[in-house]
């Protein structure tokens, strides 16, 4: 158990055209108080650790859109301190999407 090297990543940002792929490790300390990570490792060997990210032009009408359905809200809208605010869904099969703007 111990710490982990300084040196090792635990999150990774990578970006082709108009594609990103975000990869964090279960437990990462990158992005304090963010509460997907807080929870993420609870789901661990569900196959429910995904996450998939949107954009939203207007992520409160989005937000209002996913309530209307019925989704299930796992985190309301929220402001981050990396600069975007977002809101998180869980869909029927336990995928959370993540629906995010910058602020």
Known sequence: QGEEPADRLDYASLQ???VHLMLSKLG??????WRMMDV???RRGTGG???????AGDLAEEYAR???AGATIVDPI????WGQ????VADPDGFWWAVW???
């Open 16 to 18: 082709r055209g108009d």
């Open 28 to 33: 990462s300390t990158s992005f304090p108080g």
């Open 40 to 42: 993420a490792a609870d």
């Open 49 to 55: 650790a995904v996450s998939f990210y949107i954009e």
């Open 66 to 68: 996913a309530k209307r």
């Open 78 to 81: 929220s402001e981050r301190p």
């Open 85 to 88: 605010s977002e809101f998180v």
């Open 101 to 103: 703007k910058q602020s």
